[in-house]
């Protein structure tokens, strides 16, 4: 008899089985999808439980019969759990949590400050300021004194109600 056959003469009570492992997996992916898209690492455990939770029915699958398509699904899905695990530094993996974390608050502070200066900077991209190079806030008249690459250049002071319109005596 055929799987699709099968399908037709099963009972309720594996339907009802079915149905509740069904809801269950939904339910799985929903949790993963939430925790990916606010960007928290438990979404991250999540996506990595989702991708080997079928992994012992693949090897289940492969003793029963052995096909080039279920090995390849098994090497599949095994080198997708290992990717994960490796390149997310799940399960204490590669310095874990810790090394993570660093990882996290090294790229992005440098990223942040680079796209901020590239924006700042007039002109056609590619062409901009040097990574270093210090930002003038718009409405600020240029410093004529040098400040080196990075430092706040003083903002002028503002004129006195003493001083002389337009720098005249």
Not at 9 to 33: F, K, P, Q
Not at 107 to 113: A, C, G, L, P, T
């Amino acid at each position: 008899m055929s799987p699709i056959q099968h399908s037709f003469t099963v009972n309720s009570r594996w339907l009802t089985y079915l149905a509740i492992g069904l809801a269950v997996y939904a339910l799985i992916e929903l949790v993963e999808s939430v925790g990916l898209w606010l960007g928290k690492r438990w979404g991250e455990y999540f996506a990595m439980v989702a991708t080997s939770i079928f992994l012992p029915y693949e090897v289940y699958e492969l003793t029963e019969k052995s096909t080039w398509l279920r090995v390849a699904a098994l090497v599949i899905n095994l080198l997708l759990v290992i990717y994960l695990a490796w390149t997310k530094r799940l399960f204490g993996v590669r310095g874990g949590k810790k090394a993570y974390d660093a990882r996290l608050r090294t790229e992005s502070f440098i990223e942040v400050e680079q796209a901020a200066l590239s924006a700042a900077s007039p002109g056609p991209p590619g062409h901009g300021k040097p990574a270093g190079a210090a930002v003038q806030p718009a409405g600020d008249a240029p410093s004529s004194a040098l400040t080196p690459a990075g430092a706040i250049s003083p903002r002028p002071t503002p004129p006195h109600s003493s001083d002389p319109p337009n720098g005249t005596a």
